[in-house]
């Protein structure tokens, strides 16, 4: 959620989380009752266990949100601007940064979703693959399609994919004509002469 700053807040949906709770009071009068030493050892170790299992679930609960926050903070402008600001991101980066082993991090942010004011989102979903920018910090591949999207939509000539090289550049987006028609091929978009055809087709 956001803050009042404008910066964002991560907390966990506590209706999804297991609740537990060790009976203390059960537990005394078990101890305070008749038994063997084998007994008492014996509700010694359940004791011991439930509450390694309380605290276990919570120490994951914290991991979730140190996690969560800290990919809030690396795609920051996703959260004030959408997909067209989505920056490359890996689970070691991740790890690095909140000093968590990368393989801890695989698994917090696997069937873990992030609801925000953009929609509902695998946590997976923000690690992405980077390309070329030309400050140098790169861009994911889901910003460059949704520049080429937005560059196509608004179109009223047809733009060639060198054309889309040029504009995108002005965005920041430093591209070869081939990965720009990597990029437009990958979100469904056709050619130039594609376009064009269909333009002609339907009296566009």
């Given amino acids: 959620r956001r803050t009042p700053g404008g910066g964002h807040a991560v907390e966990l949906n506590s209706a999804t989380l297991p609740r537990l709770l060790v009976n203390r009071r059960y537990y005394a009068e078990l101890k305070a009752g ?8 014996w509700l010694g170790e359940c004791l011991a266990s439930a509450n390694w299992l309380v605290r276990a679930l919570d120490q994951r609960a914290r991991t979730i949100v140190k996690v969560a926050s800290e990919i ?5 402008g996703f959260f004030a ?5 989505l920056r490359p991101l890996t689970l070691a980066k991740i790890a690095q940064a909140i000093e968590m082993h990368e393989s801890t991090v695989s698994r917090v942010t696997s069937n873990k979703y992030l609801l925000c004011e953009n929609g ?5 979903w923000f690690f992405r693959s980077g390309v070329g920018a030309e400050d140098g910090e790169g861009a994911s591949a889901e910003a460059v399609k949704s520049a080429i999207g937005q560059l196509i939509a608004a179109e009223t000539d ?5 054309t889309l090289v040029d504009l995108l550049k002005e965005r920041g987006f430093d591209l070869a004509r081939r990965t720009v028609a990597k990029y437009r091929e990958a979100s469904g978009i056709g050619s130039s002469i594609q376009r064009r055809r269909l333009r002609k087709m339907t009296g566009g």
């Fill in 158 to 162: 047809i733009l060639s994919d060198d």
């Fill in 72 to 76: 809030v903070t690396q795609q920051e």
């Fill in 120 to 124: 509902l989102f695998e946590m997976k």
């Fill in 34 to 41: 008749p038994q063997s030493k084998e007994s008492r050892a």
């Fill in 81 to 85: 601007h959408g997909v067209s600001a």
